[in-house]
């Protein structure tokens, strides 16, 4: 079980097997870098300069449709205010973007603005099911308050529609492919 | 990687995983190939196994590959093809 956080803990919580920390640098566990990006022109500067695991954050659609596009792109990241259309989520299915959804923004929204996270949330986790996108289900924890333990993400996010079987399947395969050095790909393997 | 991309006839190949128990353990030499099927030149004869929902171990250059048969799902000629891009979109 992974988790994507944004801070350096000093060890693990809650039984996950690692953390992929991004936005801070970590010796302990698995570094991404997070690239925050306002239009596309910042975004394929800063794709230039990155290496590793990397993540894309924007609030801007076309932005994220554009990382989706670039092969170096592993993550879509959650924000509070983050767009993903219709035609993102079909591009992140053809070229396996893992897209994130984190349960702290609902912990630090209240009143107005988290009902419409649960609105947004819902549509797009129907969306995710209809092009079976590659999605996992994180805590997206910014600090130490923020963490939690998986079944309490996926019993809330089941709430909001989520199939969290196969959001548990895409982390098991993220698993194999950061940390199995036999796994190539999904359907090749090496014995 | 390559093993996506290569022609598959004279390859050895074993079924490991198939929905139909018969066909598990199936060993043998790639006689011949068609967009669904592989023709399997085995000690009991020449066996057609279905490509599609089945798993097959491939010795390749000494090292021995698992490979889901919806990966090669395809004409050998487009196959080659298709086996080169999926390569390119490999990530990590």
Redesign the interface.
Same mark, same amino acid.
């Given at each position: 079980m992974i988790d994507l956080i944004r801070f350096n803990p000093e060890k693990i919580y809650f039984n996950y097997s690692n953390y992929i920390v991004f936005g801070e640098e970590t010796d302990k566990f698995v570094n991404g870098c997070m690239i925050i990006a306002r239009d596309v022109n910042e975004l394929r500067r800063k794709l230039k300069e990155s290496d590793g695991i990397i993540g894309v954050a924007s609030e801007s659609i076309k932005v994220n449709r554009e990382a989706v596009m670039r092969k170096k792109v592993d993550f879509l990241l959650d924000l509070k205010r983050r767009r993903i259309d219709y035609s993102t989520v079909k591009l992140s299915a053809e070229k396996d973007v893992i897209i994130e959804i984190s349960l702290s923004k609902f912990i630090e929204s209240k009143g107005v603005e988290r009902a419409r996270l649960f609105d947004e949330t819902k549509t797009l986790f129907k969306i995710i099911k209809k092009f079976d996108a590659p999605f996992i289900l994180t805590s997206g924890a910014n600090n130490f308050y923020h963490l939690r333990p998986y079944r309490q993400i996926s019993d809330f996010f089941k709430m909001l529609g989520a199939d969290v079987k196969r959001a548990l399947y895409w982390m098991e395969r993220l698993g194999r492919r950061l940390f199995d050095d036999r796994y190539i790909m999904n359907g090749l393997e090496i014995i | 990687?390559k093993? &996506?991309a290569r022609d598959w006839i004279g390859m050895e190949v074993e079924v490991i995983e198939s929905p139909n128990p018969c066909e598990i353990g199936i060993r043998g030499i790639v006689i011949d190939e068609t967009m669904h099927t592989l023709k399997i030149k085995s000690e009991r004869g020449n066996k057609i196994v279905t490509k599609k929902y089945r798993w097959f171990?491939v010795n390749v250059d000494g090292?021995?590959? !698992?490979? !889901?048969g919806? &990966?090669i799902n395809f004409r050998p000629e487009e196959r080659i093809m298709r086996g080169i891009v999926?390569i !390119?979109?490999? !990530?990590?």
């Open positions: - | 990687m093993v &996506l171990k090292v021995y590959f !698992k490979v !889901k919806d &990966l999926m !390119k979109r490999i !990530k990590g």
